[in-house]
C-alpha cells in the first residue's frame, strides 16, 4: 500500500511556452507557492527531465511518489519517451 502525502504536499500541472515549450508536472509543499520539483516534457526534442529547486530536503518516499504520478500523467503522451501529440 502506497502512502498518501496529500496532506503535505500537492502536484499541478503547468503549461511552459517562451523559452522552453512543454508541460511540466510540479511538486509543491500543500500550503506553499513555491515549486520544489518538476518532471518536464519538452516538446521540441520530446525529452522528459526531472529537476528539483531550492535547498529543500526532500523525503525519498515523496520524490519516489511524485515520480510515480509523473508516470502515471503520461506528459510525454508516450511511456517510451516518444514527443507528446499536439
Same mark, same amino acid.
Given at each position: 500500500?502506497? $502512502?498518501? /502525502? $496529500?496532506?503535505?504536499?500537492?502536484?499541478?500541472? *503547468?503549461?511552459?511556452? +517562451?523559452?522552453? &515549450?512543454?508541460? *511540466?508536472?510540479?511538486?509543491? %509543499?500543500? +500550503?506553499? !507557492? &513555491?515549486?520544489?520539483?518538476?518532471? /518536464?516534457?519538452?516538446?521540441?526534442?520530446? %525529452? !522528459?527531465? /526531472?529537476? @528539483?529547486?531550492?535547498?529543500?530536503?526532500?523525503?525519498?518516499d515523496v520524490a519516489e @511518489? /511524485?515520480?510515480? %504520478? *509523473?508516470?502515471? *500523467?503520461?506528459?510525454?503522451?508516450? $511511456?517510451k519517451g516518444e514527443p507528446?501529440?499536439?
Amino acid at each position: 500500500m502506497s $502512502r498518501d /502525502f $496529500r496532506d503535505s504536499y500537492r502536484l499541478q500541472i *503547468a503549461s511552459h511556452v +517562451g523559452t522552453r &515549450d512543454g508541460i *511540466a508536472l510540479e511538486l509543491l %509543499e500543500a +500550503g506553499g !507557492l &513555491d515549486v520544489l520539483a518538476e518532471v /518536464f516534457h519538452d516538446d521540441k526534442s520530446g %525529452e !522528459l527531465s /526531472f529537476g @528539483w529547486f531550492y535547498d529543500h530536503a526532500i523525503p525519498l518516499d515523496v520524490a519516489e @511518489w /511524485f515520480l510515480s %504520478e *509523473a508516470r502515471r *500523467a503520461d506528459l510525454g503522451g508516450s $511511456r517510451k519517451g516518444e514527443p507528446r501529440q499536439s
